[in-house]
Nanobody, 126 residues
Framework: QLQLVESGGGLVQPGGSLRLSCAAS????????MGWFREAPGKEREAVACMSRRGSSTHYSDSVKGRFTISRDNAKNTVYLQMNSLKPEDTAVYYC???????????????????WGQGTQVTVSS
């Protein structure tokens, strides 16, 4: 059974950077498209970025495009989210998720993903 564990969250000042990691255990991540999502208080969970299982396709939400970068290291069974130029509105709990889908696509919506981590808190504040 696939288990995902996020890490790397914390408190950062506006303009700062963080790198989130999502480590998988139990099953290889190779067959899965991966996504990063976030959920702020009082708001619905939203997609931030996704990457196809071969890494050939990536998508970003408009709010993070140009600032965040998703990557994966299949040898380490880990997915990353590099977050630069952080803003207070990026404050949220960040989740990674896995979706068994065709090799060349990934979904920027919650419903196709069936394996989720427990989340890591990111707070952007001065």
């Amino acid at each position: 059974q696939l288990q995902l564990v996020e890490s790397g969250g914390g408190l950062v000042q506006p303009g700062g950077s963080l790198r989130l990691s999502c480590a998988a255990s139990g099953v290889s991540l190779i067959p899965y498209a991966m996504g990063w999502f976030r959920e702020a208080p009082g708001k619905e969970r939203e997609a931030v970025a996704c990457m196809s299982r071969r890494g050939s396709s990536t998508h970003y939400s408009d709010s993070v495009k140009g600032r965040f970068t998703i990557s994966r290291d299949n040898a380490k069974n880990t997915v990353y989210l590099q977050m630069n130029s952080l803003k207070p509105e990026d404050t949220a709990v960040y989740y990674c998720a896995a979706d068994w889908t065709i090799p060349t696509m990934c979904h920027m919506s919650v419903s196709p993903y069936d394996s989720w981590g427990q989340g890591t808190q990111v707070t952007v504040s001065s």
